[in-house]
Every structure is written in C-alpha cells, then in structure tokens.
C-alpha cells in the first residue's frame, strides 16, 4: 500500500507541529516505502511531520508519498554521510521533538503519540521498545537480540541510563545546541547521550513506542555493520572529547576485552523482570559474543587510527544492503 491512500489524501493541513518523525533512505527501497507508509498512518498524523533525507533518489526509482512529505534528495554527486544526512534533517525539523527511525523500523500505529506522551516528562532523549519485523530466521533473532536486547519488549518504562542508537527521539533544541559538532556525533547516538548526560539531563525509554526492525537474515551483514558503527563510535568519541594518545592508547588497548565483559553485564542486569527475554539471550549467545568481539576490534581500531573508511562503509550496510536474503 503506497502513500496515496494515507492521512487525508495527502492534503491535510497540519495544526502545531509537535514531533517530526526522520528517516533517512538508501537503495533499498521496498522497505523504505513501507516503512513512510506506516509513519503515514499514525494516529496523530495531523500533528507531526516527516521527514526523510533520500540518499539513493539518482539510484532508485522514486518513492510515491503525499505531499506533505518532505523529501530531501542528495544530488548524486554530493557524497553525503549518515551523520551529515540527520544533520540536513534536524536542520529542516519544525517540531519540538525530531524522532530519528531507521528506513528497517517499521512503526506501530501509535508510536509517534507514545514518543509524545513520554516526552510530557523531563527528559531530553526517549528510546523506543523493540520487536522483530523479520523473527523467521535464527541469525535475524540472534541480530536482534545481540543489538536491541536492552531495548527489546518488553522494556522498563521511565528513566534509563542507555538508549539505542538510529531509533532514538530527542528535544530539537537540546539537539541544536551541539551546532557543528553534530556532523559527528549525530553518526553515533551514544555519544551524544553521554554528552546530555553529563550536562545534567536524563533519558528514558518508552515501553509502548513500539517499532518494528528488520535484521540481518546472514551473520556476516550483522558484524559488518556493528564493526563499523563501533569503529565510528569510537573515533568520534576521542575527536569529540580531545581525547591524547596516550588514553586512546589505553582505550584501544582494553576495548577487545573490557568492551564484550561491559556489555554483557549490562545486558544480565537487563534481564530482571523480563524472564520472557532470558532463553532468546541464552540462544543467541553464539551470535552475541562474535558480534562483541568484532565490534570491540572496529572500536579499538577507532580509537587508535579513527574513523578509517567506516562512515563510507556504515552507510553501505546501512541503507543499501539488502537483510532479507533475496529482497
């Protein structure tokens, strides 16, 4: 179902803006165009807006979408990155919340009224609850688990010390107060949560912000894309903190162990009060700690060397490697 039949045929007109949903778009387009058809359909429609910035128009065929769709497309021959492409986004944002979903999420009808809602209380960024789009395959339930598990639902509702990353909602203008430094950190969601932190704001989950993702059907796509966004964390991480060699030394030293330990103590700890998630954690540990172990290497590699080619390549896994084998 295309955008045609969304919303009031496409010729609504908005009343005040309160959230603008984000979606940035590559190559693959089927996907895609489910998932703005599912932002077009939700329940406060009339209060939001989207926005996506399409980084594979001059590759794809065009997406069909009513016109109060805002659509950015990136000239071929500008070569532009995911941090940049949600830079442009939050840059053409009117709401007071932007919420950031990837064109693999596929919102639940109310998603965009539950990120609101969460938003009446005082936090700067919300996370959303997870379930999986594609739940057919071993490696796609074991992709999810070893990504989202902390954010997986059922999750706590209220204050949390971690959110995730790519599907992550904030207020605009605490956004806006990076300036340039967003073309970084805007790569990598957890930098800027630890940086909100440490200004003395607090982040939440919402636990009925339900979305939808879509994983990896082969293993090998799932490590690609973890050691290049680990790879990215961590070379945006030293350059945004004027970290010295010397503690990106020792940074890069300890991430292969001490980076694998961390998380899966986090993710134990996670699992009070959400029994249904301990047999999928159990399953998936194969999965769980290979991933660990070749994101710790792009992470150690980030903060001794940087970013390498890691932006060119996070956007390829991204937006334009299929995750359903022959999609």
């Known amino acids: 179902m295309g955008f045609e039949t969304c919303g009031h045929e496409g010729t609504q007109v908005l009343e005040k803006v309160i959230l603008s949903a984000a979606m940035i778009t590559g190559t693959c387009r089927e996907r895609a165009q489910e998932a703005l058809d599912v932002l077009c359909r939700q329940t406060i429609i009339d209060k939001m807006e989207i926005i996506v910035v399409d980084l594979g128009a001059s590759?794809?065929?065009?997406f069909t979408y009513p016109p109060s769709v805002r659509v950015i497309v990136m000239p071929k021959s500008q070569e532009t990155?995911?941090?940049?492409?949600?830079?442009?986004?939050?840059?053409?944002?009117?709401?007071?919340?932007?919420a950031f979903i990837e064109d693999h999420s596929f919102a639940h009808p109310d998603w965009a009224e539950n990120v609101a809602k969460a938003f009446e209380g005082p936090w700067a960024a919300v996370g959303y609850s997870v379930v999986n789009a594609n739940p057919q395959s071993y490696a796609s339930r074991a992709g999810l688990v070893s990504d989202y598990i902390l954010w997986m639902s059922p999750v706590l509702e209220g204050k949390a010390k971690l959110l995730p990353g790519n599907n992550v909602a904030y207020r605009r203008e605490l956004l806006e107060h990076f300036g340039k430094r967003l073309e970084f950190d805007l790569g990598v969601d957890f930098n800027i949560h630890q940086a909100l932190r440490k200004q003395g704001h607090s982040l939440a989950m919402s636990a009925t912000a339900l979305i939808a993702h879509q994983n990896f059907e082969r293993v090998g796509?799932?490590?690609?894309?973890?050691?290049?966004?680990?790879?990215?964390?961590?070379?945006?991480?030293?350059?945004?903190?004027?970290?010295?060699v010397l503690r990106r030394i020792l940074y890069s030293a300890g991430a292969p162990i001490g980076a694998p330990v961390i998380k899966l103590i986090r993710i134990v700890k996670s699992l009070r009060g959400r029994s249904a998630l301990v047999w999928p954690f159990i399953s998936s540990i194969p999965v769980i700690l290979l991933t660990f172990l070749v994101s710790a290497i792009g992470e150690s590699l980030g903060y001794l060397f940087g970013a390498g080619r890691s932006a060119e390549d996070f956007n390829r896994w991204e937006l334009m490697q299929p995750r359903i084998k022959n999609s």
Not at 81 to 98: E, H, L, P, Y
Not at 231 to 236: C, E, G, K, S, T
Request: one cysteine or more; aromatic letters at 10%; proline letters at 2%.
């Open 59 to 62: 590759m794809s065929k065009p």
């Open 221 to 244: 796509g799932l490590l690609r894309a973890n050691y290049h966004y680990c790879r990215l964390l961590a070379a945006n991480r030293a350059s945004s903190q004027n970290w010295n």
């Open 81 to 98: 990155f995911w941090a940049a492409a949600r830079m442009d986004a939050v840059k053409k944002a009117s709401g007071d919340i932007i």
